[in-house]
């Protein structure tokens, strides 16, 4: 499985670019960008990594711009939706999508989609990434994720995800895989709703993410067990990794990118990278989303693009080999 360090390691020299249709041939960069509002559709719903990280961003990047920002939730399971939206947008860096997971793993869970998800967008950046963490109903008796799957053995157990093709979902796959476990997956809309179910009981556990899980791993209401990634996580330095608890290999991390419709202007999108990376690497706007988990990314259009094609075609490989479809 792929780790977050090989994750963003992939060559820029593989970029594939779409092919030339009517509508990026027409598209031409305005006179003055921009110059009214932006609209990033998130396709999850509110209180998830998603919907949090263009919370965070949208004000600043209100600022930064001079135009306002408005953050358009278009929630569904697979977040085909909100991409929809974007594909059929005028290629104008006015209409964004703030991909999660899902949109590059989409192409090996679905059978079909509405677009191709490399050639139907051009990439702007990849934003950020985190890690994922599990966590459990404070009455589930196991205390370490050794426990977890000596239970799941013999009991019945279910996970909630924030939604097919997520990180939230793919590590619940590659557990089952790795420790010989059939826990049955949940999925929802958004991790908010994820761990709404897991509050409530409803649930056994969750793989979810930080931003929307600390507060209540810090109340006690939920216990965390373990974290993806090579090295803790500085908010939960008690909280170790799958590998420390022996599942070596089912490092899924959360990314989050966006992209435009086809044939968006390269000068666009580099406004806008240059943007999100200003305000991101800003002291104050960097410590609250160090808080949330995320780490800062921010890389250019040609690399994102590049990076896009690569984890489609690594996706498809990987689902060649293991279910991702459950």
Known sequence: ???????????????????????????????????????????????????????????????????????????????????????????????????????????????????????????????????????????????????LIKLAKTSPLTFASGGVGSSTHLMGVMLNLKAGTSIVHVPFKSSGQALLSLLGGHVTMQFGGLSSAASYIKDGKVRALATTGDHRNPAFPDVPTFDESGIQGADVSSVWGLHAPAGTPLEVRRTLRDAFAQIMRDPDLAKKLAEFGYEVIANTPEEHQAQTAALVSQWIEIGKKVNLRE
């Open 1 to 147: 499985m792929i780790g977050k360090r090989k994750l963003f390691a992939i060559a820029t020299a593989t970029l594939v670019a779409g092919p030339a249709t009517a509508r990026a041939q027409a598209a031409k960069p305005s006179d003055k960008y921009p110059s009214e509002l932006i609209r990033i559709v998130v396709p999850r719903s509110p209180g998830g990594g998603s919907d949090n990280l263009a919370r965070l961003l949208a004000p600043a990047l209100e600022k930064k711009l001079g135009v306002s920002i408005l953050v358009d939730n278009r929630p569904d399971a697979t977040a085909v939706l909100g991409a929809t939206i974007v594909e059929k947008s005028k290629p104008n860096g006015y209409t964004l999508y703030l991909a999660d997971n899902s949109f590059y793993q989409n192409p090996a869970i679905l059978e079909s989609l509405p677009y191709d998800t490399v050639k139907d967008f051009t990439a702007v950046t990849m934003l950020a990434q985190a890690p994922v963490i599990l966590m459990v109903h404070p009455d589930v008796p196991a205390k370490t994720l050794p426990e």
